[in-house]
Every structure is written in structure tokens, then in C-alpha cells.
């Protein structure tokens, strides 16, 4: 199902991207050499709480996780790219720390993600990965609006990570949020254009490129949610949800 927001929806909608992003931010700037995965993930429960608003994760429980998920927060380091599960860890000087955080304000949810490297030590290879994911959402988010297909969109993103060199999975990628995290349509990272289903005004999409430095395979952790590199290499993920207008496009989730 492909939900459609009316007009008066727009601003519930504005309300829960300002809140993921100013989360996440405040997150960001927290993030310090020694500061652990569990303290971020409390913190992030602390300021849904005192919103009013409701996680998206705590209880969520499909068929790819060993749920429920338990935490309010995805955190993934280095190799981990998706789900991270947040665990006793203390981040190290040059860490490569990815955050995904999605939430229900007054009924209507918001989806976004960051990547930044942890302390002074910022390894080219780090940034040269988030700077790819960075640029193929803006692209993903440029070539989006009303009338266009998801596979423009879809071939926005993968152009951008291709030509970084970097091969792309398919297995996850963007989707349709609305009064629910996950919906129709699925939006991979890359496509076709002119391909798939052409969008309409009201409808809200959380895409997010995210790849991995030398590989396209997954390997799921232990602890049943946690997806790594089957390599070991270093990953990142950026994300915004974006809402479909008469005039184009608006980004819910920019700082």
C-alpha cells in the first residue's frame, strides 16, 4: 500500500523530520572518543520521550531481525552498515559511526541517517565513503517530485555511487513512510528511470543510499539484526525523508 498525505498532514510531517534531525544532531555533537553505543542509544530515548513522540524500533519486529529490535537507535561501526544494534562498545579515535533513527510525532513518522568518523583521525577511505552516499541522496532527492517515476530516483542514486566506484546492494534501500516506518514503494539504489511507480503529491519517501567499500555481499551478526560487510570493509549510510509537493520536493529531515 502507497500511502497519501493530505496538505493538512504536511506540517505533522514537518514536526517529526525537525525532531529526527535535531535528534540526530544533538547525537552527532555527543559522540565523542570513549562515548558508549548504550548511552547513545538512552540519550535518543530520553529526547523521543520528552517529544511526546514514539519509536519506530523498540518493538519492531519483521521477518529479516531477531526481534523485537529493543533499542531506539540504530548504531553501526566500521563494517556495520544497517540495523546496527547498539551494544557495550566505546568508540575508538577514527571510527566510522552511522546513525539511523526514525520516530511517530503526532501520527505521522520520519526516517534519517548520518555517518561522520569519530575523533581526529579521519581516515580518507571513511570520508571518501560518506561523501558518496551524501552526494547520491542529494541526487536521489534532485531528481524527485510530482510526476516522476521511483526508478529516476533509483537511477539518480546508483549513478552517483557507480561511478564513485563503489557496487551496490539491493537487498535494502529506500521506502514509502506515512504513518508507518516501512511502506510501499520500495525505492532501491539503483534503477531504471522511467521505471515503476510515478509519485504523487502527499507522498512521503525516506531514501538512503548507503555502500560498502569493497564488497555488495551482507553478512547478518550473531546478535540477529546487525548487517556487516562480508569483507570487513568500512560502510556508510545517509538518509532523509522527503515529502512529494505540488511545487517538487521538500526535505523533512535536513538539520
Known amino acids: 500500500m502507497i500511502e497519501i498525505l493530505s496538505p493538512t498532514d504536511l506540517p505533522r510531517a514537518r514536526d517529526t ?11 552527532k555533537s555527543r559522540s565523542a572518543v570513549g ?7 538512552a540519550w535518543a530515548q530520553s529526547m523521543i520521550m520528552e517529544a511526546g513522540a514514539q519509536s519506530c524500533y523498540v518493538d519492531y519486529e519483521p521477518s529479516f531481525g531477531r526481534g523485537p529490535f529493543g533499542h531506539y537507535i540504530c548504531t553501526s561501526i566500521n563494517d556495520a552498515v544497517l540495523h546496527g544494534l547498539p551494544y557495550d562498545y566505546r568508540l575508538a579515535d577514527g571510527d566510522l ?11 505521522v513518522v520520519a526516517d534519517s541517517a548520518i555517518s561522520f568518523v569519530v575523533g581526529e583521525t579521519q581516515p580518507p577511505e571513511s570520508i571518501a565513503l560518506i ?23 533509483s537511477h539518480a542514486i546508483g549513478s552517483v555511487l557507480g561511478a564513485a566506484g563503489y557496487s551496490i546492494n539491493t537487498e535494502f534501500g529506500g521506502h514509502g ?18 521505471r515503476g511507480y510515478r509519485l504523487r503529491p502527499g507522498v512521503l519517501l525516506a531514501l538512503e543510499p548507503w555502500v560498502m567499500a569493497d564488497t555488495a ?8 539484526w546487525t548487517l556487516r560487510s562480508v569483507t570487513g570493509c ?8 522527503i515529502a512529494i509537493t505540488d511545487d517538487g520536493v521538500e526535505v523533512l529531515t535536513q538539520p
Open 177 to 194: 513512510v506515512g504513518s508507518t516506518m516501512h511502506q510501499d514503494p520500495h525505492v532501491s539504489n539503483t534503477g531504471r528511470p522511467g
Open 217 to 224: 555481499t551482507l553478512v547478518t551478526d550473531p546478535d540477529g
Open 131 to 153: 561523501d558518496a552516499t551524501q552526494r547520491a541522496l542529494s541526487a536521489g532527492i534532485a531528481a524527485a517530485g510530482p510526476g516522476v517515476h521511483i526508478g529516476d530516483i
Open 35 to 41: 562515548t558508549n553505543l548504550l548511552d547513545i542509544d
Open 234 to 241: 568500512r560502510t556508510a549510510h545517509s538518509e532523509h525523508t
Open 17 to 27: 523530520g525537525a525532531l529526527v534531525a535535531g535528534i540526530l544532531q544533538t547525537l
Open 97 to 107: 559511526l552511522s546513525l539511523d533513527l526514525a520516530v511517530s510525532l503526532g501520527g
